[in-house]
């Protein structure tokens, strides 16, 4: 719809009044239209016209109307402000003309009379007296009324900047909040990662343990088979059913040479896993002596008790040896010091609850001193075993204490 349409106004003189106010109101439209940031405060002022234009006439109730809405989209905080500015503008042309509104700084000879547009709802236009302007006002009116003029320009300017203001302020809250939940997402994001990383780095060591279980199974199952195969052939060769000496039925020993074969290979994983690994040495105490007042056969029924109830409390993976005559060896993989030492303080608790039964009689099971050593940087297995060994002769000759940490 173009300007022009709105353009029909009363014909009769009396009516100069809503005739200039009319050009006023074109002229702005004009200035909207082809402004780039006018489009929407004139389809504005084109609505009230076209509204209150089917009637026939722009009348007081149109002035009523566009006043209002003007003053409605000067306040608005989210228009340009140069609409807002364009808007109060037009507003000021026309307020002089609306009943009720505020006074203008428009200078108005003989302004309109003020009439309620509920009671009187249209007002012939013969009544109002044409707008008389001095085309040449005074020097001493100009700079009478300067100051005034000038404090209220600037309180309206303040009026129409504080909207701007609050506008400013709301969006600067906004940013400052949208900020700290920015910082706070970032934060809890770097936890998450951090999380993320440490449950990966549980799940390569989980997966690395489980491939080391593996390798030390598989190396034990040949080891195994290795060792039997000698025995059965040898046992088939002599028609024998005697089983060797340190493998007794029900007993977990293995051969010596097995025995260093397992701590070497325990201390070449350990050096690349970083697995923790102790060994551990246990000798009876007072064997010759209880043997002795227990009669014949009472060394090999301690010893078979040892093999039968004590050594296999341990752990179904730890390695158990024989090292002497009265002398057993425990190699604890994967186990801490703490760990070792409570394995055995288990064993010593089974040996004193223990009895021996021979020949009808019963009698405690001797208890057993021990020591508990851990690998050093760079140490060879028999050096290592030679230091344990070294370590339980001494311990053998204290008193009171069981169980030695070397």
């Known amino acids: 719809m173009g300007v022009s349409e709105f353009a029909s106004v009363p014909e ?31 389809s504005l002022i084109a609505r009230v016209l076209r509204k209150y234009g ?50 203008t700084d428009v200078a108005v000879a003989d302004a309109p009379p003020t009439w309620n547009a509920t009671e009187m709802p249209y ?53 400052k909040d949208f900020s700290e939940l920015k910082g706070l997402w970032a934060k809890n994001l770097d936890e998450l990662t951090q999380e993320k990383q440490r449950l990966e780095q549980k799940l390569l060591d989980t997966e690395q343990q489980l491939k ?9 199952r040949t080891d195994l088979e290795a060792v039997r195969a000698p025995s059965k052939r040898k046992s088939k060769k002599k028609n024998t059913k005697a089983a060797r000496p340190s493998r007794t039925a029900g007993s977990r020993l293995v051969p010596p040479e097995i025995f260093m074969q397992q701590i070497n290979a325990e201390l070449k994983r350990a050096k690349r896993s970083g697995a923790s690994m102790a060994l551990g040495l246990l000798g009876i105490d007072s064997l010759q002596a209880t043997a002795k007042h227990q009669g014949a056969g009472a ?15 341990f752990r179904a993976y730890d390695v158990i040896g024989r090292q002497g005559h009265d002398v057993f060896a425990v190699l604890f993989p994967d186990t801490p010091q703490d760990g070792a030492v409570r394995a055995m303080e288990k064993a010593q608790r089974r040996s004193t609850d223990t009895h021996v039964n021979l020949n009808g009689q019963r009698f405690a099971l001797p208890g057993f001193y021990g020591v508990l050593t851990l690998p050093t940087p760079g140490e060879e297995p028999e050096s290592w075993l030679q230091r344990a060994e070294a370590a339980l002769a001494a311990a053998r000759e204290r008193d009171g204490e069981r169980l030695i940490v070397a």
């Open 212 to 220: 080391n279980i593996q390798s030390h199974y598989e190396s034990l």
């Open 123 to 175: 007002q012939s236009l013969s009544s109002v007296q044409p707008i008389n302007i001095d085309p040449t006002p005074s020097v001493n009116a100009i700079s009478e009324s300067g100051p005034a003029l000038a404090d209220e320009a600037r309180q309206r300017f303040r009026t129409m900047q504080r909207p701007d203001q609050d506008a400013w302020r709301a969006v600067y809250d906004f940013i």
């Open 54 to 103: 089917q009637r026939g006439a722009i009348d007081s109730d149109c002035l009523v109307e566009l006043h209002h809405q003007l003053d409605a989209y000067a306040h608005d905080a989210v228009a340009r402000t140069t609409s807002r500015t364009k808007a109060r503008m037009l507003q000021l042309h026309i307020a002089p003309y609306v009943p009720g509104a505020e006074p």
């Open 12 to 42: 009769s003189e009396s009516d100069s009044v809503y005739r200039r106010l009319t050009q006023v109101i074109l002229r702005h439209m004009e200035a909207l239209k082809r402004s780039t940031d006018g489009k929407e405060l004139y």
């Open 299 to 313: 060394t090999a029924a301690i010893i078979g008790c040892y093999e039968r109830r004590i050594l296999p409390g």
